[in-house]
């Protein structure tokens, strides 16, 4: 939720015109549709590339211009879709995140009258005999509601324990006018289904599902006490992390009721110095915080910008962090299903290790890649990006020669382009918190290397995950060993099946080469066992030194078995 600038006008607020703005919003994607349609499909096709390319940057800002525009008239979740397209660095070109990224610091509020009225009427009482005092100047307005300072009554004090708390509404009208935002959303994620390019790389009609259920939680505000009071329960032996309490008893499916927390934005450096505090030691907090929700978790903050987010200094001294993490808004949360959340810790253990290979692989694991593709050619890509570029950080980057990032850019695009990519559900929101957290890091510290947090917290998961290894690692083992281990009664059965001629054999020397590859089929079986027992003590050996050396010791006994005389 944004702060609202002291000077700002406020809007008076209106009823909706759902037509008007249903038409509205078809009318300007039907016409950049068009536009993209003409410059990077048809005119590409006809030879006139050159054509397609000479403007883009400027057809770019054009668009981003004309949509923010859009997003801050109409509110909704215009501002919403606008903002989601501001953390896509990793896809949306700079011409059109950077005009965005404004949006959550631009909503008009509504002038309180209209929001008293609309309190009085969920609470069932005047806002006199609710609270002790009331701020009618908003501390923050959002595209779907806008929050006052109050005080709660003595009573309501000694209940909770609470005094001064921030009292959040809904915008009057907002449930109409997500109804038609959600309904014109649709509407252009089904002509999106119907271009092939598209259809190929996202399942839009999924995604807008996704997205329309997400937003219709957002303006429940009983399910973001809720999902607040989880938050605080994931992370209550957690000292870096701090949630407000929540006033249930002035609290509704519209009017929301929290503590009071507010503290210093996190990205603003000066009044974090002024209050002892470094902001290049809070990143790798906060990007630690976020991986420990998305990683292991699986229930997380999905709108993690700095509006959200305050650095409060902890008052005690003895306190084992001088200051914490203060989350709010709990609108707009995800949850990472545990399959994906396991592709999820390989693909960091894989990054950690710059491995291209085990990279691609948690990709497929995750759904991002159709189970058909050929990666080769990917991993090759990703092996050459860890080679030049792995652990960089964005300071570093930039200090990079600008052809040689164009030249690999290129390259690489190629690859990716070539690959059947898709997004899966529950997606969205993920890529939304990291690209929000890795912009709130890099705003804190210019030469913040994602890299210095990601590769302790990749081997803490690799760690804490060896048990597991261990266990894949032995049932791996044992199946390959089981398969191997029938083959030679296989060969065995078909060979008396040629012995009582129930098959036919062209060849004479069929049963010699048949019992020559029985007897290497056990000498394998031998080598497989070896390793594998060798293996699981070596993985081991931290955790209990006596199963390792039991381990190790037994491996030599299928190894004799192989090197043993008569056996070659």
């Known amino acids: 939720m944004a702060s609202v600038p002291g000077n700002r006008t406020a809007h008076q607020a209106s009823p909706v015109d759902t037509r008007a703005r249903y038409r509205r919003i078809l009318r300007f994607a039907a016409w950049h549709l068009a536009v993209t349609w003409w410059f990077e499909l048809f005119l590409p096709r006809i030879g006139l590339r050159r054509i397609a390319d000479r403007h883009r940057a400027r057809r770019m800002r054009h668009f981003a211009r004309r949509f923010h525009d859009l997003a801050v008239e109409l509110g909704g979740l215009m501002i919403k879709v606008g903002q989601f397209m501001s953390s896509r660095l990793d896809v949306l070109p700079p011409e059109i995140t950077s ?59 000694e ?115 002024a209050a002892g505090i470094d902001p290049t030691a809070v990143a790798p907090v906060f990007a630690s915080v976020m991986f420990e929700q998305l990683f292991t978790n699986g229930f997380f903050h999905a709108d993690p910008h700095p509006g959200n987010i305050f650095i409060t200094p902890d008052r005690d001294p003895s306190a084992e962090h001088p200051w914490k993490l203060t989350f709010i808004d709990f609108g707009m949360m995800g949850q990472v299903p545990p399959k994906t959340r396991s592709g999820l810790r390989k693909l960091l253990i894989a990054a950690a290790a710059r491995d291209g290979q085990g990279l691609v692989a948690a990709i497929s694991d995750i759904g991002v890649l159709v189970p058909s593709a050929d990666t080769r050619k990917l991993e090759q890509a990703m092996t050459q990006l860890f080679a030049r570029f792995g652990g960089m950080g964005f300071a570093e980057l930039r200090e990079v020669d600008p052809r040689e990032f164009r030249d690999f850019a290129v390259e690489f695009g190629d690859v990716v382009r070539s690959l059947p990519f898709q997004l899966p559900e529950n997606f969205l929101l993920i890529i939304r918190a990291m690209s929000l957290t890795s912009g709130v890091c890099s705003s804190l510290d210019a030469r913040f290397n994602l890299w210095d947090s990601v590769e302790p917290y990749a081997a803490r998961l690799l760690r804490d995950e060896r048990g ?101």
Not at 133 to 143: G, L, M, N, R, V
Not at 161 to 189: C, E, M, W
Request: aromatic share 4%; glycine share 6%.
């Open 159 to 273: 209940e909770t324990g609470l005094s001064n708390v921030v009292f959040k509404v809904q915008r009057p009208g907002i449930q109409a006018i997500v109804d038609v935002d959600l309904a014109a959303l649709r509407r252009v994620g089904g002509w999106l289904k119907r271009i092939r390019i598209v259809a190929e790389r996202a399942d839009v009609p999924a995604l807008v599902k996704e997205f329309a259920q997400t937003s219709l939680e957002e303006i429940d505000y009983l399910n973001e006490a809720a999902n607040a009071e989880r938050f605080a329960v994931e992370f209550a032996d957690d000292s870096r992390v701090a949630v407000p309490g929540i006033v249930w008893e002035r609290t509704s499916r519209r009017v929301l009721t929290l503590e009071d927390v507010t503290a210093i934005k996190i990205t603003d450096a000066e009044a974090l110095r």
């Open 99 to 157: 005009e965005l990224e404004g949006l959550q610091d631009e909503v008009p509020p509504v002038p309180f009258p209209a929001i008293k009225e609309l309190a009085e009427a969920e609470l069932g009482a005047p806002l006199e005999a609710v609270f002790a005092s009331i701020d009618e100047t908003p501390i923050a307005a959002a595209s779907l509601g806008q929050a006052h300072r109050a005080t709660l009554l003595a009573p309501d004090r």
């Open 468 to 568: 597991n290894v261990v266990k894949d690692a032995a049932a791996h083992v044992l199946e390959t060993a089981a398969v191997a281990m029938s083959l030679p009664k296989r060969l065995d059965g078909i060979i008396t099946r040629i012995d009582e001629g129930s098959i036919e054999v062209s060849n004479p020397r069929m049963e010699r080469h048949l019992a020559r590859l029985a007897r290497t089929a056990q000498r394998a079986v031998g080598a497989l066992i070896f390793s594998g027992v060798l293996i699981a003590g070596a993985l081991v050996r931290a955790d209990d030194p006596v199963l390792s050396n039991v381990l190790m010791v037994a491996s030599l006994l299928p190894l004799l078995y192989v090197l043993r005389p008569g056996r070659r």
